[in-house]
């Protein structure tokens, strides 16, 4: 079978089933092809929140269904493939933050929404990356302690630094590991082309950025830039998708190495598994507890409340 024929399958057994399919910008192109709704972290959250379907799949990794599961409680939601998780989220402990959180009250717990839904029910408020800066400026509390990502807590604490901003070691094993050598090597092959970076690279990194924001603000930077050529400092597909938007000019990941192994494990027939599985056990479905889903999702509503 071709891609075009399966995704063709997809499309039909979609609209037979009422299932809406949201995509991370990090996924392939030929299921961002097939998706109803695709974006950013923050973006997706939103469409979660406001989606007339019976169903919701998931592609992206595991904290993302979560965070759509406490959107819409009443639906049915999905992840493409069980397995997809972000080491990021999974890597603070509930019961260490709890506990930080006693013995400084005043301290608000900002928390990247890249975190379980467990943690999240001892935070205070959620930021993406296209987010973090408007929401921890905005805050009335000039303490903060922001998790997991040390390297996006520490990219708000240069730029806000009124704000008493406490940090723990954490961040995303994908993006921490670009290197200034491999910044300098793609600057080398590409003098004439501007340097686009995620806040989760590490400062030195981004330190020699043209330009520094969210997957959704370096795809804003190039919408409205009139320059031709970009080193594209976060996942390798960001580059990719540019390329299709914009064939006339020139995207060069920084590396080919800024793959988020996880977020690559979502295949085509793991979408149309999972749409044919729905109703007898055999696709993953998000199950939480309404408790659980009453206590994270707060730090949610928070940061759609301050206006993401
Ligand atoms: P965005 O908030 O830019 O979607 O990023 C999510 C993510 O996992 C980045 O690594
Ligand atoms: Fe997690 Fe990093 Fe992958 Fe984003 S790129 S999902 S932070 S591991």
């Not at 590409?190 to 603000?217: I, K, N, Q, R």
Request: hydrophobic share 40%.
């Amino acid at each position: 079978m071709t891609i075009r024929e399966l995704q063709d399958k997809i499309i039909k057994l979609k609209k037979e089933t009422n299932t809406a399919i949201l995509a991370h910008s990090y996924q392939a192109r030929e299921i961002v092809e097939i998706a109803d709704y695709t974006g950013d972290s923050y973006k997706l959250s939103v469409d979660a929140s406001k989606i007339d379907a019976d169903n919701i799949l998931f592609c992206g990794v595991h904290f993302m269904a979560e965070t759509a599961k406490m959107l819409s409680p009443e639906k049915r939601v999905f992840l493409a493939n069980g397995n997809a998780g972000c080491p990021m989220a999974e890597q603070m402990d509930r019961d260490y933050i709890a506990k930080i959180k006693e013995q400084e009250p005043d301290r608000t717990v900002v928390a990247y929404i890249n975190t379980t839904a467990s943690l999240k029910t001892v935070c205070d408020v959620c930021v993406t990356s296209s987010s973090a800066l408007r929401i921890v400026q905005a805050l009335d509390s000039k303490k903060i302690l922001f998790i997991p990502d040390c390297n996006l807590g520490g990219w708000v604490k240069n730029q806000l630094p009124e704000k008493d901003i406490m940090l723990l070691k954490g961040g995303c094993p994908a993006h921490a590991a670009i290197t200034v050598n491999d910044v300098m090597k793609a600057k080398n092959e590409h003098p004439d082309a501007l340097f686009l970076v995620h806040p989760e690279c590490v400062p030195d990194v981004v330190a020699l950025a043209d330009y520094s924001g969210s997957t959704s603000g370096i795809m804003d930077y190039v919408k409205k830039s009139d320059r031709a050529e970009f080193i594209i400092g976060t996942e390798t597909s960001i580059s990719e998708h540019l390329q299709y938007e914009y064939p006339y000019r020139k995207f060069y990941p920084v590396t080919k190495d800024l793959v988020c192994k996880n977020m690559k494990l979502t295949t085509l027939p793991d979408v149309y598994n999972t749409l044919l599985g729905m109703d007898n056990g055999e696709a993953f479905e998000i199950l939480m507890d309404d408790k659980l889903i009453a206590d994270a999702r707060k730090c949610i509503d928070e940061m759609i409340r301050l206006g993401g």
